[in-house]
């Protein structure tokens, strides 16, 4: 049985790794968000409705595959993948490292990439109501407000429907992030 002083002494032991993911997970979001940032700036400077709408919905059903695969990851069940993993599946290793991170691989998903995601198409809403005045002249605010209500529906709804896809389909979902993942090589 553990006395006070081990369970302190583990405590303490976890904080300075859990100290390093805050940060790690911190350069990562500033790194991602400055890339995402300029790579649709660049596309966005010059661009029509079409392109510009089109890259919203990437990014709006980009924020939505990941909130899945956050939600997932926090559902799933190790059990088939460790007997896939004991029979050498690909992608049976990667899965297990997915649930037994899933807090981080959650945090990683719904949080950075969620979050920057969100945040990137309200810059692309920006630059399709500014379209909208441009071209037609429109109120301000009503083209603001109707651009703003789309994107939150779309995204909200997306989301909506995507959780109860990864609840009920969390080893589905699993196990094709893990291969997409043995493929790239991006978990050890």
Request: glycine residues 6%; contains cysteine; aromatic residues 6%.
């Amino acid at each position: 049985m553990e006395n006070e002083e081990d369970r302190k002494q583990k405590k303490t032991e976890k904080t300075p790794s859990h100290a390093r993911w805050v940060i790690r997970v911190f350069l990562i979001a500033v790194a991602l968000s400055a890339s995402m940032s300029l790579c649709s700036g660049a596309v966005l400077e010059d661009a029509g409705y079409v392109t510009a709408t089109l890259i919203l919905l990437l990014f709006i059903a980009l924020g939505i595959m990941f909130d899945i695969i956050g939600v997932a990851v926090t559902a799933a069940n190790p059990k088939p993948f460790n007997s896939m993993a004991a029979h050498r599946v690909k992608g049976a290793k990667e899965a297990l490292y997915l649930i037994r991170n899933a807090e981080k691989v959650a945090s990683f998903c719904n949080d950075v990439v969620g979050d920057i995601c969100g945040i990137v198409s309200g810059s692309t809403a920006t630059v399709i109501v500014v379209l909208l005045q441009n071209s037609f002249g429109w109120r301000s605010i009503v083209v603001s407000t109707v651009v703003t209500a789309l994107i939150s529906g779309l995204t909200i709804g997306g989301k909506a429907i995507g959780k109860k896809v990864a609840m009920k389909k969390s080893k589905d979902v699993i196990y094709l992030t893990a291969k997409v993942l043995s493929v790239l090589h991006l978990v050890r």
